[in-house]
């Protein structure tokens, strides 16, 4: 039974982290399109909201972490790497397409883009994180190779 468990985790962990990406992007998108058409009760110092679609944020954002753990024990760094840059993209696709439509201000948007931006350099980092690392695999393995042939 261990042993099957152990053969079929990570299949398993990398299907429920493409799942968990496709459910934030989802939030991510939706709720950047349509924050500026829900009523929000803004007073006190903070913001409140009553739509559902409000959720769409922190679906994103829990979402997103699941992914990044699932998918960097399943497939390593590239994992985390593709789960953030696919997360950021659609929401950043969110807001652009709000702007088109004429819901959100250009000017409004400034925050949330540069948020994106630095989720795409985090996204970069893991990149150069995983190439890194099958570099250094691939060192390894050749010198594991050199010292069995001597």
């Keep these: 039974m261990r042993a099957t468990l152990t053969r079929y985790r990570k299949p398993v962990f990398l299907g429920l982290s493409l799942a968990l990406i496709v459910l934030a992007c989802w939030g991510g998108y939706g709720f950047a399109y349509a924050a500026d058409l829900m009523e929000w009760d803004c007073g006190g110092g903070s913001c409140a909201t009553n739509d559902p679609r409000s959720l769409g944020m922190l679906v994103m954002l829990l979402g997103t972490v699941g992914a990044v753990l699932l998918s960097g024990f399943a497939i390593g760094l590239i994992g985390p790497a593709i789960s953030i840059a696919a997360a950021a993209f659609w929401f950043r696709r969110g807001l652009e397409d709000a702007i088109a439509a004429g819901h959100t201000p250009a000017a409004s948007v400034g925050v949330p883009l540069t948020l994106t931006t630095i ?12 190439i890194w690392m099958l570099v250094s695999r691939a060192q390894g393995r050749r010198l594991v190779a050199k010292h069995r042939a001597e």
């Design 119 to 130: 989720a795409f350099v985090a996204a970069g980092l893991c990149v150069v994180g995983w």
